[in-house]
């Protein structure tokens, strides 16, 4: 990708690409895609468009965008997905490692530089007890891994948002603590344009991480989640909430017995098995992966 060339950028995800957290001043979201798109290159050559859409799931993306995504024939993609698998009762780690693999391979076949990331643990952001909070881990986790080696198998950009220092600072979330607020969003910009130079794409102008807008009020801010984090828990009561409660139940059950690590060998069988049907059909092995020259 050369300084001249025009840049297609297409983001695919979840609410945390649609922008939530980040509002501007019209009510509108923006979001770290778009403030990374702002900064990809110079004004008038790069076009941006933002597929993500609010409670997407893995399979979601894979069926519902990554075709989009494709006929835009983008240079550079975002796929940043999955806090919300782990939120549901149909949590299945071969289910989501067939929908990363098949959208993080059809988006590098397509000659883009893709973009993933190692996602946050929500307990944590929560502050959830540990009970509960242990289950949302080890399902992160799962993701994580998955995540992972899809990008050591195609080289994506990968941004270790879990390992971060910044990440679970509390001025980087919003109200819902689910969401980055906006000096969150721009950390997720800066770090994938710092990323993307290193890997040799230029970058016209690296995203401030210092906050353009001033935060929303807190009368806005209890508005909005009383709004929008009820629809969510009302959802969830249905869902997320038994499945919880249950792995909370099986967890400390397992854990009077002595048997605790009966629950991490149970998650770890399923995550070996869905990692080892993630093989792509141009695949190469690590000696040839480590010596392949860098797509950008």
């Not at 690409?17 to 501007?24: A, E, I, K, Q, S």
């Not at 007890?129 to 950009?157: C, E, G, M």
């Not at 016209?204 to 909005?224: K, Y």
């Not at 997320?240 to 017995?257: K, M, S």
Request: with cysteine; net charge positive; aromatic share 6%.
């Amino acid at each position: 990708m050369r300084p001249s060339d025009r840049i297609r950028y297409v983001a695919l995800g979840d609410s945390i690409t649609v922008g939530l957290g980040d509002p501007m001043p019209d009510g509108s979201w923006r979001g770290w895609a778009a403030l990374l798109a702002d900064g990809l290159g110079a004004p008038g050559t790069v076009e941006f468009h933002n597929l993500a859409r609010t409670g997407a799931l893995t399979a979601d993306v894979a069926r519902d965008q990554l075709s989009a995504a494709v006929a835009l024939r983008p240079t550079v993609a975002s796929v940043v997905v999955g806090v919300n698998d782990t939120l549901r009762a149909t949590f299945d780690p071969a289910a989501i490692g067939a929908s990363v693999l098949k959208t993080v391979s059809t988006l590098h076949r397509a000659g883009a530089v893709v973009l993933t990331a190692r996602l946050p643990e929500p307990g944590r952001m929560f502050g959830l007890p540990a009970t509960l909070a242990r289950p949302l881990a080890r399902r992160i986790a799962a993701v994580n891994a998955i995540t992972d080696h899809a990008a050591s198998l195609y080289r994506t950009v990968h941004f270790d948002t879990a390992g971060h220092p910044d990440t679970y600072r509390p001025g980087m979330w919003s109200v819902d603590r689910l969401h980055p607020s906006e000096r969150g969003h721009r950390l997720l910009a800066a770090s994938y344009a710092d990323l993307l130079r290193e890997r040799g794409v230029p970058v016209h102008r690296r995203p401030d991480l210092e906050p353009g807008n001033a935060p929303p009020s807190r009368r806005a801010q209890v508005a909005w989640l009383a709004v929008e984090g009820t629809k969510w828990i009302r959802a969830r009561c249905t869902d997320l909430v038994p499945q919880l409660l249950w792995l909370a139940a099986e967890e400390t059950w397992y854990g009077l017995r002595g048997e605790a690590r009966r629950v991490d060998e149970r998650l770890g069988r399923d995550l070996a098995a869905a990692l080892a049907t993630l093989v792509g059909p141009d695949d190469v092995s690590p000696a040839e992966r480590e010596h392949r020259p860098v797509e950008a």
